[in-house]
């Protein structure tokens, strides 16, 4: 499957679904890029939403640049970067309008905060916010206070009709972490994976 | 690619919980906290909002009393420590603040001390007579301008100048029943130490007001995290949990404690 296909496959079941999905977005690593281009181009620009985008695997900086690397609109795209502070790369970021820091990807009511910050600060119909990755929040957290948190972020962001994706990288993935997303999430993408 | 697509019955769907109890609230507009309290503090309440430094009182106050004065309540805020033109410098810049509000009087600042040298009260202790005349000038103050919400931030500054159990007691207790008797609904800042086993400075304070609400940094894991409790409040029931907030331009935010990795503290 050619990578533009991935990415409008990936686009056309979103459009498909309703405002309060959450969806879990099961990824390999090499389908990542393909997965950003139908998300943020072939789903929310088209749907005129904003994005609130969870970052805790790579910094928002890096993820702009891949964007525009894509030519994907990002002006709609504001980040909650958990990453870059403990990186000590955070004073580009800070710089950013469209980029809200989170300490660390412990700090998971910080993210909810944010999170909620943003979304009452969006003027925008529909919203979405994508989860990146549970993978990466599975290394600084357990696996119960990561459950309770997805819980919460995701019962609260469905009761406003806000669309959520939970990207999880296959590879990456143990059966716990898949249940922990199955259980708050309504729908399953699966895509670039093993096949059978 | 292999698509599948699982259907989960799970939904949840945060319940706002039910207004309980007959009082009318005086609803502070920060979502979070009228959750917690079912609504509102109830009308007339003193409350004493206590925690250390860099925790968020001053500014959980003075939205308590933004949002009063934009909803048409006169709200006053009485500064003891720092000068109100320094402390609005100095505050979040919230996106539902307008200067007008003050230009129209809806939102008064007043400094204690300035009001302390017009009442000659130049001693550092205050004696009975001075408490009354104190008590008197605020109440006077607050009904000249029809005052519904008043900060008094903070009343831990106003009792160094009393010394004595009695004397905070009586001033808490006098204030506090003036304040009810006009309908006012009133938050004391209190100001304690970051370990403190108290929830105020003298120990007298937190015993005499209507409700408590603690604000504390909490350490969990190496990450700073700023909480708010209500520990107490009459006239209504209220969650007792421990919640996160945010200081954010949109206001105070609140969200649940996360209680799978708390140390316990």
Redesign the interface.
């Known amino acids: 499957m050619s990578d533009t296909k991935v990415s409008s496959t990936v686009g056309e079941q979103l459009l498909e679904l309703p405002p309060s999905s959450a969806i879990s977005l099961q990824m390999s690593v090499d389908s990542y890029l393909d997965v950003l281009g139908g998300m943020l181009d072939q789903f929310a620009n088209k749907k005129g939403m904003d994005t609130i985008y969870v970052t805790a695997t790579i910094s928002s900086e890096a993820i702009k640049r891949v964007l525009a690397a894509l030519d994907i609109d990002t002006s709609r795209v504001f980040f909650v970067d958990c990453i870059s502070h403990i990186m000590m790369g955070a004073s580009s970021v800070q710089q950013d309008e469209h980029a809200t820091l989170v300490e660390s990807p412990t700090m998971l009511e910080n993210i909810m905060l944010k999170v909620e910050y943003l979304i009452r600060r969006s003027e925008a119909e529909h919203k979405l916010v994508i989860i990146d990755s549970i993978n990466s929040l599975a290394i600084h957290n357990n696996n119960w206070i990561l459950s309770e948190f997805l819980h919460i972020l995701v019962s609260g962001l469905r009761a406003r009709d806000v669309y959520t994706i939970i990207l999880s990288v296959e590879e990456h993935s143990t059966p716990e972490i898949n249940n922990m997303v199955n259980l708050v999430c309504d729908t399953a993408i699966r895509t670039g994976g093993k096949e059978g | 690619?292999?698509?599948?697509?699982?259907?989960?019955s799970?939904?949840?769907?945060?319940m706002m919980p039910q207004r309980t109890g007959d009082r009318e609230r005086c609803v502070t507009g920060i979502d979070g906290l009228d959750t917690i309290l079912y609504g509102g503090i109830p009308r007339a309440n003193t409350v004493l909002l206590t925690g250390s430094c860099g925790t968020g009182k001053t500014s959980l106050a003075l939205e308590f009393l933004i949002h009063g004065a934009i909803k048409g309540e006169n709200s006053l805020f009485i500064s003891v420590t720092e000068n109100s033109e320094k402390l609005l410098d100095n505050i979040m810049p919230y996106r539902f603040f307008d200067r007008g509000l003050i230009k129209s009087g809806k939102l008064v600042f007043v400094d204690l001390p300035v009001m302390y040298e017009r009442l000659g009260m130049t001693k550092p202790e205050m004696t009975m007579e001075e408490i009354d005349l104190l008590v008197t000038a605020i109440a006077g103050l607050a009904n000249e301008l029809g005052t519904k919400r008043l900060v008094m931030d903070s009343i831990t500054s106003v009792c160094y100048k009393l010394k004595t159990s009695e004397k905070i007691r009586d001033f808490i207790l006098k204030l506090s029943k003036a304040l009810s008797d006009m309908d006012v609904t009133s938050i004391l800042v209190s100001e304690v130490g970051a370990h403190s086993a108290t929830y105020s400075m003298f120990g007298v304070e937190e015993a005499i007001s209507d409700g408590i609400v603690l604000m504390a940094n909490m350490e969990?894991?190496g990450?700073l995290?700023r909480t708010l409790q209500v520990i107490k409040m009459r006239g209504t029931t209220h969650s007792r949990a421990k919640y996160?907030?945010?200081l954010?331009?949109?206001g105070v935010?609140l969200?649940?404690?996360?209680?799978?990795?708390s140390s316990g503290a």
Not at chain 2, 255 to 261: E, M
């Open positions: 690619m292999k698509e599948t697509i699982i259907s989960c799970h939904h949840s769907k945060r969990r894991r990450d995290l996160v907030l945010d954010t331009p949109m935010l969200v649940p404690l996360l209680k799978g990795g």
